[in-house]
């Protein structure tokens, strides 16, 4: 349920109050005006509006009973955490700090390059341990069972983000760039129930946040 705890931002998202009394889901925290912040996954943040507590929780927020919210705000916020995430890791492409290709990967797993690896959703099964082989090698944890991650999107949707021609697996080889894909990822699949890329995060205000976490705050938002 939507408790009233708190949480750090980056383990929350941002509902921002339209001018039109709108509720929509501000991903990047960089729209004007009110706002109020949520921490809960999709199925919380459905049963919450299906029992009334979302609405309550807002009033209370942005004091007003005015806010509408739209019927399919779940699927909204796991659309835009989707595309924030996408669009990191296309920023990260052309930035030159990951690398697709298995030969490639390969070969920086098995120097100690890689600091994540993903793979597409419907990579092959033998492709991907191959590569993870690959990463324990460079790492020196053989029998570890570190594992890449398998994202919930396929190779399409992850060729047009990178702006790549079949983008199946994806390796991080820098290691700021590898807390940046982490923490878009993780905030992007701990909403939808996916497993997390279980990267450190950079400062604690980058782990996860209490399951059904809601709070408010006015910094830079306007009063809520």
Same mark, same amino acid.
């Given at each position: ?89 296309? +920023?990260?492409?052309? $930035?030159?700090?990951? %690398?697709? /290709?298995?030969?490639?990967? &390969?070969? @920086?797993? =098995?120097? #100690?390059?890689?600091?994540? +690896?993903?793979?597409? $959703?419907?990579?092959? %099964?033998? /492709?991907?341990?191959?590569? &993870?082989? @690959?990463? =324990?090698? #460079? ?86």
């Amino acid at each position: 349920m939507l408790s009233g705890e708190h949480a750090p931002r980056t383990a929350l998202i941002r509902l921002a109050l339209g001018p039109d009394g709108q509720i929509l889901p501000d991903i990047r925290a960089k729209a004007p005006g009110r706002g109020a912040w949520i921490g809960v996954d999709r199925p919380t943040l459905e049963a919450a509006m299906a029992k009334g507590k979302l609405k309550g929780a807002l009033a209370r927020a942005f004091k007003t009973g005015e806010a509408k919210i739209p019927d399919d705000l779940p699927q909204m916020i796991e659309d835009a955490l989707q595309r924030n995430a996408l669009d990191r890791l296309g +920023l990260e492409a052309r $930035a030159s700090t990951i %690398t697709t /290709g298995s030969e490639r990967i &390969d070969e @920086a797993g =098995r120097k #100690g390059q890689l600091h994540l +690896l993903f793979h597409a $959703a419907d990579a092959a %099964t033998d /492709g991907n341990r191959k590569l &993870d082989q @690959a990463w =324990r090698v #460079g790492l020196e944890e053989e029998g570890s069972g570190r594992q890449g991650l398998v994202l919930s999107v396929p190779r399409p949707i992850l060729s047009v983000a990178l702006g790549r021609e079949n983008v199946v697996h994806i390796g991080v080889i820098d290691a700021r760039a590898a807390t940046r894909v982490a923490a878009a990822i993780d905030r992007w699949h701990g909403f939808i129930g996916f497993a997390p890329t279980g990267w450190p995060c950079e400062t604690p205000s980058q782990g996860s946040g209490p399951r059904g976490a809601f709070s408010s705050s006015n910094e830079g938002f306007g009063s809520v």
